[in-house]
């Protein structure tokens, strides 16, 4: 949990029994006037109405690229598959904050997800791409053993992961994957933190809860510390 004056950010892990705690934890206790959520409106009415579980279809490659349908596709398939091994389905936080705020305003902070994955499409090169591939099958079939190799060690999926080891996870994808970074991950960080200041200079007198994915936290606070609000 960080805090910048009335603003609350958490960082969550998708998929973590830790961060349905801190969500529910927080929501109860601290009573936010609005939350914030990485989500844009498309995947906000998916989540709530149950739609998505609904898989990618080859009418997607119109609209995102064949990359970004690509991306969409394993990326789904890897968060089923590790949601399965800790029963909790991914963006199970984000609906339990839904859930719990129905009396509260909720604010999508994210970018449209169309258009992240057209920009992930354009920028991606084949090379990057293929080796994203790669190394998440590596990931997942050979387990602790290749992730130790990159300096992880002691990851569980049931928790958040410490602010040091999503620093190390970061720079792995910076380094690797430098287009991956700069579409999925640094993009994002500014259209969140300027829809987070945006928010704070609107309602300065509002407490305001922001769930965000734990590896954008750092680029997020980052931002918002540069900004005068904060000083």
Do not use: C
């Amino acid at each position: 949990m960080i805090q910048f004056k009335n603003l609350y950010l958490i960082g969550s892990s998708h998929i973590a029994q830790q961060s349905l705690n801190e969500v529910k934890d927080f929501i109860v206790k601290d009573n936010p006037d609005i939350v914030a959520l990485e989500l844009d409106k498309g995947r906000f009415y998916a989540l709530i109405s149950k739609k998505s579980k609904r898989r990618a279809s080859l009418s997607d490659i119109k609209r995102v690229g064949f990359k970004g349908f690509l991306f969409q596709v394993i990326g789904s398939f890897v968060s089923k598959k590790l949601g399965k091994i800790v029963n909790v389905n991914p963006g199970d936080e984000m609906l339990m904050a839904i859930k719990l705020s129905k009396k509260r305003n909720i604010a999508l902070i994210d970018r449209d997800i169309h258009v992240t994955l057209k920009r992930f499409s354009k920028s991606i090169t084949w090379k990057e791409k293929f080796r994203i591939v790669g190394d998440v099958i590596k990931g997942i079939f050979l387990g602790k053993k290749n992730l130790e190799k990159y300096g992880i060690k002691g990851f569980d999926l049931t928790k958040v992961p410490s602010p040091d080891l999503i620093r190390k996870m970061v720079n792995i994808v910076k380094q690797r994957y430098p287009n991956f970074y700069n579409v999925l991950v640094r993009e994002r960080d500014v259209f969140m933190a300027n829809n987070l200041i945006k928010l704070v200079n609107l309602y300065p007198d509002k407490k305001i809860l922001a769930i965000v994915g734990a590896g954008h936290v750092d680029g997020i606070s980052k931002l918002i510390k540069k900004h005068k609000f904060i000083n």
